[in-house]
């Protein structure tokens, strides 16, 4: 029978009260000692363990780069690195592999403990699965560009002709989107005419009149011709205090058709 003093009982519970109690933390929770050769795990809770699908007596021993794989940045690792090496805590959101080859994304926060006792420093790190919040991060930028792309949809109708109608309301990012889609659109395809047709829009505000104010000068620089259709008496009147359009020489017309019939005069003059 092992026997025990007091105080070693003490530190005994203690230490299977403080190891139950990390065992129920909701997140992955290890323990590296950098005074050994290649800083290797020497404790692992449960969360670990249901994280990785490893158990502790696989790894217990081993650096934790066995969690890496080939979608690994090679910039996130750098980064514990040399906070490692430092003694700086660090948070990353790295690509790490369970034992199964699944991949999943890991928030891992790695701080440095030094226990007076033992006079030395552990790494203690911290690893939560957000897996399901980067797919989500990735489905809203992925969405986002399908909106802006929408926005401003640039439709090819014949040779050297694009139309780009303009519907709803534009603000100032909606005006940018508009000038890098078109400066792209018509760089790649060179075209001769873009038409912008205005039947869609209700409220012809500053930024639409600013707006065909900048493209026009924008397709001026391409070798591009711009022509407004949609063009009602609203728009003609509401544009005197924001751009003097009469400088610009627009060709505008009634409707799209009517420019297009205008575009073919022209090609056949």
């Not at 369970?98 to 006792?117: A, H, P």
């Not at 505000?205 to 022509?227: A, K, P, R, S």
């Not at 609203?234 to 400088?247: D, H, M, Q």
């Given at each position: 029978?092992?026997?025990?003093?007091?105080?070693?009982?003490?530190?005994?519970?203690?230490?299977?009260?403080?190891?139950?109690?990390?065992?129920?933390?909701?997140?992955?929770?290890?323990?590296?000692?950098?005074?050994?050769?290649?800083?290797?795990?020497?404790?692992?809770?449960?969360?670990?363990?249901?994280?990785?699908?490893?158990?502790?007596?696989?790894?217990?021993?081993?650096?934790?780069?066995?969690?890496?794989?080939?979608?690994?940045?090679?910039?996130?690792?750098?980064?514990?690195?040399?906070?490692?090496?430092?003694k700086e805590t660090v948070k990353v959101?790295?690509?790490?592999?369970?034992?199964?080859?699944?991949?999943?994304?890991?928030?891992?926060?790695?701080?440095?403990?030094?226990?007076?006792?033992?006079?030395?420093?552990?790494?203690?790190?911290?690893?939560?699965?957000?897996?399901?919040?980067?797919?989500?991060?990735?489905?809203?930028?992925?969405?986002?560009?399908?909106?802006?792309?929408?926005?401003?949809?640039?439709?090819?109708?014949?040779?050297?002709?694009?139309?780009?109608?303009?519907?709803?309301?534009?603000?100032?990012?909606?005006?940018?989107?508009?000038?890098?889609?078109?400066?792209?659109?018509?760089?790649?395809?060179?075209?001769?005419?873009?038409?912008?047709?205005?039947?869609?829009?209700?409220?012809?505000?500053?930024?639409i009149h600013i707006g065909i104010y900048?493209?026009?000068?924008?397709?001026?620089?391409?070798?591009?011709?711009?022509?407004?259709?949609?063009?009602?008496?609203?728009?003609?009147?509401?544009?005197?205090?924001?751009?003097?359009?009469?400088?610009?020489?627009?060709?505008?017309?009634?409707?799209?058709?009517?420019?297009?019939?205008?575009?073919?005069?022209?090609?056949?003059?």
């Amino acid at each position: 029978m092992e026997y025990h003093s007091l105080d070693e009982l003490a530190v005994l519970q203690q230490n299977d009260f403080i190891r139950a109690a990390v065992d129920r933390v909701g997140a992955g929770v290890v323990i590296a000692d950098p005074q050994q050769e290649d800083t290797p795990l020497i404790y692992v809770n449960k969360g670990f363990e249901e994280l990785t699908g490893y158990e502790s007596e696989e790894v217990l021993g081993r650096n934790c780069r066995f969690l890496q794989g080939p979608n690994t940045e090679e910039e996130d690792l750098e980064k514990i690195r040399e906070a490692m090496k430092t003694k700086e805590t660090v948070k990353v959101e790295l690509c790490n592999y369970r034992k199964d080859g699944s991949e999943f994304w890991n928030e891992l926060q790695i701080y440095t403990v030094f226990i007076d006792k033992l006079d030395q420093d552990f790494f203690v790190g911290v690893q939560q699965d957000v897996t399901k919040r980067k797919e989500a991060e990735r489905l809203v930028g992925h969405y986002s560009s399908e909106v802006k792309r929408l926005s401003t949809p640039i439709v090819p109708v014949k040779d050297g002709v694009s139309i780009l109608p303009l519907v709803g309301n534009v603000d100032d990012e909606r005006l940018q989107q508009m000038l890098d889609a078109v400066s792209f659109h018509v760089q790649e395809e060179k075209e001769d005419y873009l038409i912008l047709d205005l039947s869609g829009v209700e409220v012809f505000n500053e930024q639409i009149h600013i707006g065909i104010y900048q493209l026009n000068q924008l397709l001026d620089l391409m070798g591009t011709t711009l022509v407004l259709s949609g063009v009602t008496p609203k728009f003609a009147i509401g544009s005197t205090p924001y751009a003097n359009f009469s400088e610009l020489s627009l060709r505008s017309c009634v409707s799209v058709k009517q420019a297009l019939q205008m575009i073919e005069q022209d090609s056949q003059a």
